[in-house]
């Protein structure tokens, strides 16, 4: 009877909860913005509707398709107008567990995140959030769902609404279960093939990527949350970050100079985590991202550079692109021919298949 009622707790937990998929830990869900069911399908609403952009042409599902697990398969993002971005779409399937979002970390919760590609000139291209919120107010289907997300009357729309529903539908978009899951911590010694099984050793001992992907003892979040500089992308900033750094120096130090036309934005793009700190030691850095369904969001890295995972070993086992920033946890691996393909074989176990969705079908909450 007890061990009935425990085993009910723990299948439906104190309501919100989906129980947490294998291998992941229960989302955090911020104080001020709890989940309710109408909330989240206002965010899945703003997250597909492209009336959400300057010319009707980009929504969210734009770069962020669910048929592609969340990513849009190019090296760098392309907004309105075709305009190319500098940097590479991440999947946004378990960024809920992030502490900080975009690779350089430079917003603090999906909340806020969700409001900067809206006005960024060459993703949605809007001036302001105000055509957004006027949808909010006047279209019919929106009112309600406003109305019932969050019980006050559509007139009172601010942008905060907008990141906060947004927020919710991305805290549903949670994707566990894979092969390396069941392995480690459903007990299911087939899960993995000899091959992943010598990579996932590989991974935490020669290859040391669990220094920074981290595993853990209940849950595998594979990233450390912290930024480093591997080098990636380093080449475009080469002989030019001094310059660079002395214009950002002048700019804060109340000179007008715009340290930002100092360089185009591709370059200026690879001073990575230097561009939120300020920070000298800061140059290069990029957030770790997770691995979770790496096979599925090719290419690789903040700048896309990287086509296939292979490469991506191959990158590691160079010791990275030398740069004065090196992170000294990268260095030459001297793998052979058998451990970089154990190691892929092992990176092809972090992906849960039914994480991707059809053209045109957009995952409700629980389905994954
Ligand atoms: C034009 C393509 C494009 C559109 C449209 C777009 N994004 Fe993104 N998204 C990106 C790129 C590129 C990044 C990484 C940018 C960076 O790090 O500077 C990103 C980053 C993110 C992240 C952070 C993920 C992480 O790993 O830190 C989230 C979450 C996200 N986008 C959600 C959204 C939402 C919500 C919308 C709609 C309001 C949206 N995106 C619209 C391209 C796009
Ligand atoms: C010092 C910390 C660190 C170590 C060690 C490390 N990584 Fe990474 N990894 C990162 C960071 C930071 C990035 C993002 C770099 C960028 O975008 O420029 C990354 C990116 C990646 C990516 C691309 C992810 C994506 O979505 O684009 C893969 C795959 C990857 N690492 C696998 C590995 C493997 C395999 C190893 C071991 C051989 C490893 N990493 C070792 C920090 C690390």
């Known amino acids: 009877m007890i061990k009935a009622f425990i085993g009910w707790i723990i299948l439906f937990g104190p309501m919100t909860l989906m129980a947490a998929p294998l ?6 869900v911020p104080a001020d913005n709890p989940q309710s069911a109408a909330k989240i399908e206002l965010g899945k609403q703003l997250f597909f509707d492209k009336r959400l952009s300057a010319d009707g042409t980009v929504s969210c599902a734009s770069c962020h398709q669910p ?29 809920a567990f992030y502490t900080s979002l975009f690779h350089d970390g430079r917003a603090d919760s999906l909340e806020t995140q969700a409001l900067g590609p809206l006005t960024n000139p060459i993703e949605h291209g809007l001036k302001n ?16 769902l406003f109305q019932s997300a969050f019980g006050e009357a559509p007139e009172k729309a601010q942008p905060e609404h907008i990141g906060k ?17 069941r392995f480690l911590y459903g007990g299911d010694e087939t899960a993995l093939s000899e091959s992943a099984q010598r990579g996932l050793r590989i991974f935490r001992r020669k290859g040391n990527c669990a220094n920074c992907h981290e595993i853990g003892l209940n849950h595998s979040l594979f990233t ?44 200026r793009s690879e001073l990575g985590r230097f561009l939120v700190t300020g920070e000298v030691a800061d140059i290069g ?20 550079s990287q086509k296939t995972l292979e490469d991506v070993v191959e990158y590691y086992n160079q010791g990275g692109e030398k740069n004065p920033f ?11 021919e058998q451990e970089k393909a154990d190691l892929v074989e092992f ?12 053209p045109g079908r957009f995952p409700n909450p629980g389905e994954i």
Do not use: W
């Open 23 to 28: 291998g992941l830990p229960e989302v955090t």
């Open 67 to 95: 048929e592609r697990a969340f990513t849009d398969g190019r090296p760098t993002a392309v907004g309105i107008r075709g305009q190319v971005g500098p940097r590479n779409a991440p999947t946004v399937l378990n960024a």
């Open 129 to 144: 959030t105000q055509p957004i919120l006027a949808l909010l107010r006047n279209d019919p289907d929106y009112r309600r």
């Open 165 to 181: 529903a947004i927020a919710s539908y991305e805290r549903t978009l949670v994707c566990g279960n894979t092969p390396f899951d």
């Open 224 to 267: 450390d949350n912290r930024f480093y500089n591997l080098g990636v992308g380093f080449e475009r900033l080469k002989g030019k970050f001094t310059q660079f750094v002395s214009a950002y120096k002048q700019a804060t130090a109340g000179n007008q100079t715009d340290p930002a036309a100092v360089y185009n934005e591709r370059e």
């Open 285 to 304: 850095k990029f957030r770790t991202p997770t691995l979770r369904n790496i096979s599925l969001t090719g290419p690789y890295m903040h700048d896309g």
């Open 326 to 336: 090196l992170d000294p946890a990268i260095y030459p691996l001297h793998l052979t």
């Open 347 to 358: 990176l092809n176990s972090l992906s849960n298949p039914a994480c991707l969705f059809r």
